[in-house]
């Protein structure tokens, strides 16, 4: 009796756990579940890939986004304690932005809005303001980012596909 109260427990104590993941947490966890290779269009309809693999441990996630004649960039995810989802974008154009997640409720929707960035040469300069990654299913998301300049906004969306 004594051992079916502990198995019991630790069932209820574990339940506990998963329940009160912060959205963060659900976020990171989301992000994760895209590893491996995507392949599709841009806003022009050229082809691209993207890449997700899970890093350090766990800790981190890394997008390689790469298109044909173009240097490939790189997005680094990772948590900042249990409550925040922090980004870093390594651009093509010389700078990093980092940026903060929010999650929409039906957690399909991760938007990253800018924090800060280092390298960048004055706050209207060129550089990634904004991602929106929406998991439409297992095998199919989008990539919405949005690049300021100057008071310009530029948008470029990904269409993405897993490769089987």
Not at 4 to 13: E, G
Request: glycine share 8%; charged share 20%; with cysteine.
């Amino acid at each position: 009796m004594k051992s079916a109260r502990i198995v019991l427990s630790t069932l209820l104590l574990a339940t506990a756990v998963a329940f009160s993941q912060t959205a963060a947490q659900k976020s990171f966890d989301q992000l994760k579940s895209l590893a491996g290779t995507w392949e599709g269009k841009n806003s022009l309809g050229e082809p691209l890939q993207v890449t997700f693999k899970s890093t350090s441990g766990g800790s981190a996630i890394m997008s390689e986004i790469s298109r044909h004649g173009q240097d490939n960039m790189i997005t680094m995810f990772h948590l900042d304690g249990p409550d925040r989802l922090l980004m870093t974008h390594y651009c093509g154009s010389g700078n990093q932005p980092r940026m903060v997640a929010t999650t929409s409720p039906d957690g399909k929707t991760i938007t990253f809005n800018f924090l800060d960035a280092t390298n960048l040469a004055t706050p209207d300069a060129g550089h990634m303001e904004r991602l929106v990654v929406t998991v439409v299913d297992a095998n199919h998301h989008t990539e919405e980012w949005h690049f300021a300049d100057h008071g310009k906004d530029i948008k470029e969306v990904f269409d993405l596909q897993r490769k089987m």
